[in-house]
């Protein structure tokens, strides 16, 4: 009963903030409007695979299946040269050709520049929704040769365009990058949550100290009670700008929340266990803005990370946004789930060692 009065206080408190409430839910949606509107036209052409560059090199016994793979990218806008191995993959580390594709024996081998990720990525799924498609059809020539007759392979129903699980939209539009990047990026100011949880409501955090209420109960009570008010923000801002700005989301909103709630998770932990380690919550303040900024430039919040130069990708890896932008990314517009768990675990490992942190500090003293 105490971890729910001290939950649906903790709520309150942070629904009576009106700073908190303009910070954490009405900012993120100015500024996916602001960048979204502004910077629509420069990356209106990341919508379709038109500038995407692809090398390759092919050996004759596999000729016949990548001329059906090369004509099929080809209508999607890819530009396909071909060049020998050594050439070709220097050319993808150089960041002129988003991959080189090896087709060697009927098998194919994909050499990816990570400055060109995303792209690749699309590259990737559209080759592996070609082989999945065409080995099906060799299945049923084997089987039954007489049922292929019954397929309408001609015209556009050959097109894998419809068979990629983007649903049309081969890289994000500006609104679509900035509804996600926004989402994670607020979501790191949970720290501040996290510190105000503790240190933040001075006269209600010391008569709980000073009651009979169980140390663990009080912690337990404040980690949810921010958390469900990460739910709210996070639930706001996704469907805000899905029904509002018609920003694309997916087929999987779910796994979406599912990471974007590990992230406030962590960001909570952090504000509570980093308020516990300084105390002085002026100073804690001022750094944790900072470090969120950071955190949230080198995640690719502002711009592509692909746009920010090598030295700049480098020190991206600091970033725990990163993981968790490229997780969502990944989810929304390759179906590919690959990245969800580790970021959600790598979420949940920094929040368990700081919430570790919490338990262990957390004395009778008073803020």
């Known amino acids: 009963m105490n971890i729910i009065s001290i939950t649906l206080n903790t709520i309150k408190l942070n629904l009576k903030s ?35 560059k692809v090398v390759y090199c092919v050996s004759e016994t596999s000729n016949t299946l990548f001329k059906e793979l090369k004509e099929e990218g080809s209508k999607l806008g890819i530009d396909f040269v071909k060049k020998d191995k050594a050439s070709g993959i220097k050319a993808v580390e150089n960041g002129k050709y988003t991959c080189l594709i090896e087709m060697k024996n009927n098998k194919i081998n994909l050499y990816k520049n990570s400055n060109n990720e995303f792209k690749a990525e699309l590259i990737e799924a559209f080759i592996k929704t070609f082989l999945n498609r065409y080995n099906t059809m060799q299945k049923i020539l084997i089987v039954n040769p007489i049922g292929l007759k019954s397929l309408n392979l001609s015209g556009g129903d050959k097109s894998f365009l419809k068979d990629i699980s983007i649903s049309g939209k081969g890289n994000p539009g500006a609104l679509d990058y900035y509804a996600v990047t926004m989402l994670t990026y607020i979501l790191m100011y949970c720290i501040i949550n996290g510190m105000n949880s503790i240190a933040g409501h001075t006269s209600t955090m010391n008569r709980l100290i000073c009651s009979p209420v169980k140390k663990s109960e009080i912690l337990i009570g404040r980690i949810m009670g921010a958390t469900v008010f990460s739910i709210m923000q996070i639930l706001i801002i996704i469907f805000f700008s899905k029904f509002v700005f018609n920003a694309y989301w997916g087929q999987h909103i779910g796994s979406v929340f599912l990471i974007a709630l590990a992230e406030s998770i962590m960001a909570i932990s952090i504000g509570m ?90 004395g009778k003293e008073a803020f």
């Open 18 to 52: 009106k700073a908190a409430f303009f910070l954490e839910i009405l900012f993120p949606i100015v500024l996916i409007f602001v960048f979204g509107t502004v910077l629509n036209g420069a990356m209106d052409s990341s919508k379709n695979f038109k500038d995407i």
């Open 273 to 362: 266990g980093v308020t516990f380690i300084f105390k002085d919550k002026e100073s804690i303040s001022t750094g944790l803005n900072v470090v969120v900024m950071i955190f949230g430039f080198l995640g690719g919040c502002f711009f592509k990370l692909s746009n920010m130069g090598k030295i700049a990708e480098l020190a991206s890896d600091i970033s725990p946004i990163k993981l968790i932008n490229n997780a969502i990314f990944k989810v929304i517009y390759a179906n590919d789930f690959s990245l969800m768990p580790v970021s959600i675990a790598v979420c949940l490992i920094i929040a368990a060692v700081f919430i570790a942190v919490t338990t262990f500090s957390y």
